[in-house]
């Protein structure tokens, strides 16, 4: 039996359809538990045993972990010879790669820097400072959300003022310009100019777009319904001149529109590609039957969707319950007391146990409860390992050591650790700096403004330069990147800094732990780059997900129970799932009340997401009564959960009903 034959036997009908499908467009709507990773792994596999050269295929997906796993998957199934790999990783790393190549085109630096979201916080201060009253009233966050919003609509400055309907949405792109033309300057992008610079540099050169499509004659993305305009538009545009195309994706799974995902590019993809075949993935192999029945229900609510029902590989098993509480007290103390119950009787362990919730306002009680109880827990999508103050300090002198004209990096970093830099310092620094319009790493080895510093200061200025320049030197000579971050916790005595900065040893060690955690990135790095260097490895973690992390591919504590979000949970699958708080308002989020039959469908996907984590108990509960503003208010139930209870008709009188409380509350603002 041939290789090919042996791979296609370990299929199912429908998954051997989409792995023997070799040209031409191609949607694979792969439902949730189906087997999607292995189709794409066992189609890539199938495509160089029919004589694809694995280095003209590209797989695009939305998480680093899922590019390597899916890599690693195909290494397992078929022998890669050498360094011939498919290119397999994230949009942005992509994009990032493009640009490296290309970007002088569009007036940037091959070297440009990419600016994370604490850097970019830095510029946005500083373009409200130089705009004085014409920032009042604008939180540096809040813009740096509505930047990141546009760009994931394809909108530069001049189309978001376009689109403005009120001043204060008028002065934010006016905003947005400076901010642009300020990251221009120091040649920097942010993590979202990585598509938005991308579709630029294809749309004015189109023959970057001819020999980048011509480096490919396959192209499959993972998750396709949760691309945005950018991303969609260039993946269009790379696989339009072979028109081997695959998408694998799952409309109802899509729930992320907040971070400008389209449902509609995988809605229309028969549109787009006429000649595309279809094959549906409906056998699960996560939950039992109940659970599926229960899954199924409540999605075919949404009309605007690819049909398919899923089917379990698995058979029978515990129909899910609804379970009614008085408050989310009561709600907390009955969920934990039945993860306890089957702890205690060795059921199950406490890492069996998901606890799904739609708001992290919804949290409180139930880590109270556990912590009363004696269990231990961890809370998924807390804040991200490369957010945390003291990895960014270090990436920051990284970055620094790169590219000394970084002036976010060098202003991070100057006086942390404090090494006698005061504020005055910094401010006489600035101003040299914008008067002569020069980057601040010049004026800091300027003789001239050196002079006009009491001795003290001159000799820390100069021993911060040194440093820099010391570790220039080494990263030149082709240091690892582990030696070069060792040798700067070393000279920096950044330990020193955490002991400063910590409240507890608690907090002194959890920080420690994250600059080892540092340390690992980068002996992981050097393992797998041999010839990379410094900007390779800064490009690696400004590429990080981050901006699309999920907790898919993590790996949970056996002994704790997990608390997660409903956007958090998917891709994850639990023994015991607790869906908690199904009520109007919740889930559906008031939110989305007002805002039409569009933002209820991406609702009621998130619930279907929640359910089919389950997969052997799904517990789905609700409040009659639950705290708001410190008020005590009645609730009422999902209309999700009449949906998923089979209840048509009480579900559509909860939606009018909540429909007209939605209207009033517009009517009265």
């Not at 994230?90 to 070297?111: D, K, N, Q, V, Y």
């Not at 900007?535 to 981050?546: K, P, S, T, Y």
Request: net charge positive; proline share 5%.
């Amino acid at each position: 039996m041939s290789q090919s034959k042996r791979l296609l036997a370990e299929l199912n009908p429908a998954q051997r359809q989409a792995v023997e499908t070799l040209a031409g467009p191609l949607l694979v709507l792969a439902g949730a538990g189906t087997g999607k990773t292995r189709v794409v792994t066992y189609r890539m596999a199938n495509l160089i045993l029919h004589g694809t050269p694995p280095q003209r295929m590209l797989a695009v997906t939305f998480t680093r972990k899922a590019a390597g796993e899916m890599l690693a998957r195909l290494k397992r199934l078929i022998r890669l010879r050498g360094n011939r790999c498919p290119t397999v990783g994230t949009f942005h790393s992509l994009c990032l790669e493009i640009l490296r190549r290309h970007a002088p085109r569009l007036g940037f630096p091959r070297g440009f820097a990419i600016y994370d979201r604490g850097d970019q916080l830095g510029v946005i201060r500083s373009v409200l400072r130089e705009l004085a009253t014409g920032g009042v009233g604008f939180r540096p966050a809040d813009l740096a959300a509505l930047f990141s919003t546009w760009k994931a609509q394809g909108l530069w400055p001049h189309q978001a003022a376009a689109k403005a309907l009120d001043d204060r949405t008028h002065v934010a792109a006016m905003i947005y310009r400076r901010y642009q033309n300020t990251l221009r300057l120091a040649g920097a992008m942010d993590f979202d100019d990585l598509l938005l610079m991308t579709e630029r540099l294809f749309e004015e050169h189109p023959q970057v777009l001819e020999e980048e499509a011509a480096r490919f004659d396959h192209v499959l993305v993972d998750e396709y319904q949760d691309t945005n305009p950018p991303q969609y538009r260039i993946i269009r545009r790379l696989a339009a001149p072979h028109g081997n195309f695959c998408a694998v994706g799952d409309d109802d799974q899509s729930i992320y529109s907040w971070r400008g995902a389209e449902v509609e590019h995988i809605l229309r993809f028969r549109r787009d590609w006429p000649q595309a075949r279809i094959v549906r993935l409906e056998e699960n192999y996560r939950s039992t039957q109940p659970i599926l029945d229960m899954a199924n229900r409540v999605i075919a609510f949404n009309l605007a969707r690819h049909p398919k029902k899923l089917r379990s590989a698995r058979g029978p098993g515990p129909k899910p319950r609804i379970v009614a509480y008085e408050d989310e007290e009561e709600e907390a103390r009955g969920t934990v007391a039945q993860i306890q119950a089957a702890v205690r009787s060795r059921q199950a362990r406490p890492g069996d146990h998901a606890v799904l919730f739609r708001t992290n306002d919804q949290l409180r009680p139930f880590e109270a409860e556990l912590r009363r109880v004696g269990l231990d827990y961890t809370v998924v999508g807390s804040t991200s390992f490369f957010d945390r103050k003291e990895v960014r300090d270090l990436l920051a002198y990284l970055k620094l050591v790169q590219r000394p004209e970084d002036d976010v990096a060098l202003l991070r970093v100057i006086n942390t650790p404090g090494r006698g830099i005061g504020q005055q310092t910094v401010e006489s620094l600035l101003a040299c700096s914008v008067r002569q319009s020069r980057p601040v790493w010049r004026v800091l080895n300027d003789p001239q403004w050196l002079g006009g510093l009491s001795p003290r200061v001159q000799q820390a200025v100069k021993e911060f330069a040194a440093l820099v320049e010391q570790l220039r030197h080494q990263a030149r000579s082709g240091c690892e990147m582990h030696p070069l971050l060792e040798q700067l916790i070393r000279q920096t005595d950044y330990p020193r800094e955490i002991q400063r900065i910590s409240k507890t040893q608690d907090e002194a060690r959890q920080r420690q732990q994250a600059v080892e955690g540092l340390l690992e990135t980068a002996a992981a790095f050097d393992r797998e780059h041999t010839a990379g260097g410094l900007r390779e490895f800064l490009d690696q973690v400004a590429v990080a997900d981050r901006a699309f992390a999920t907790a898919e591919n993590e790996r949970f504590d056996a002994d704790k129970v997990v608390l997660i979000t409903l956007h958090g949970a998917k891709g994850l699958e639990f023994p015991r799932v607790f869906f908690v708080g199904l009520e109007e308002g919740l889930l559906p989020h008031r939110h989305s009340l007002a805002e039409g039959d569009r933002a209820i469908d991406e609702e009621r996907r998130l619930c279907y997401v929640g359910i089919t984590r389950a997969q052997d108990v799904l517990v789905l509960s609700y409040c009659r009564h639950r705290t708001r503003r410190g008020r005590r208010r009645p609730s009422t139930p999902s209309r999700f959960l009449y949906e998923a209870a089979g209840q048509a008709d009480m579900a559509r009188q909860v939606a009018q009903l909540a429909g007209q409380v939605a209207a009033r509350e517009q009517t009265s603002r």
